[in-house]
């Protein structure tokens, strides 16, 4: 829509203020009653006619026309804003013109108040918001770092409890290998030392987990399958049986 003369400095004003500006974005744009609009306008259509102000008010009055013109938009329609523009730019008495831009100076400056006010308490908002921001992460990288040094305890204490015990089970079941392939023990001796291995594989999985007592199998496995069958081996699998007595 066709805008009154306004100044070529208040409408990049006007755009910035009312569509660049990164408090209004956070937010729901900000708009002007139909009469406010038109106190504005009247005045400003008067002030145009008759010249009663200084250079600087008038620059004033030409930005707080622009911005009401698209504030009341807003809220009313371009229709409205139209006829409202076409009501007052006709008929303009310069009698009473210095009344009618006042006014329009007056309700501009009021709004412009407003808009800045607003755009204070959603720059402070924003700032609170970020701080908070911040803040949550700040406890969150806090909380990561306690809960990566808890669990680097655990697995010191982990491999401080689990490395002997292990370490035991290892040499343990390595001898009972060793029996299985080689056959030193008698029956009674040999079923002993199964349930004793047994026994054992069970109360390390509660301890340590499977997968901890499953590698401990197979390095005894693979230990065992490189001693030979002879006076050693009979060594190796007795002296393993008599240390879990």
Not at 42 to 47: D, I, M, R, W, Y
Not at 192 to 217: D, E, N, P, T
Request: a positive charge.
């Amino acid at each position: 829509m066709k805008a009154f003369e306004y100044s070529a400095i208040s409408i990049p004003l006007v755009l910035v203020l009312l569509v660049g500006s990164p408090a209004v974005s956070t937010a729901a744009p900000i708009g002007l009653d139909i009469n406010t609009f038109e106190t504005i306008a009247a005045g400003h259509a008067a002030e145009q006619k008759c010249r009663t102000l200084s250079s600087g008010e008038r620059e004033d009055l030409a930005t707080h026309a622009a911005f009401a013109e698209v504030a009341a938009a807003r809220v009313s329609g371009s229709g409205a804003v139209k006829n409202v523009r076409n009501r007052v730019s006709g008929g303009v008495s310069c009698g009473s013109a210095r009344a009618k831009v006042t006014a329009a100076l007056a309700a501009g400056r009021r709004f412009e108040q407003k808009f800045v006010d607003r755009s204070k308490a959603l720059a402070v908002a924003g700032r609170k918001k970020a701080k908070r921001k911040k803040q949550r992460v700040a406890r969150l990288s806090s909380q990561t770092a306690a809960a990566a040094q808890q669990k680097e305890q655990q697995r010191r204490q982990f491999a401080e409890n689990a490395g002997p015990a292990l370490s035991g089970y290892t040499h343990h079941t390595r001898a009972y290998y060793v029996q299985r392939r080689c056959r030193h023990l008698a029956y009674g001796d040999d079923l002993r030392f199964w349930k004793m291995i047994a026994a054992s594989h069970k109360r390390l999985v509660r301890r340590f987990g499977s997968s901890a007592v499953s590698r401990a199998q197979s390095k005894a496995r693979r230990a065992a399958a490189r001693v030979r069958c002879g006076h050693r081996s009979k060594k190796i699998v007795v002296a393993g049986l008599r240390s879990m007595r």
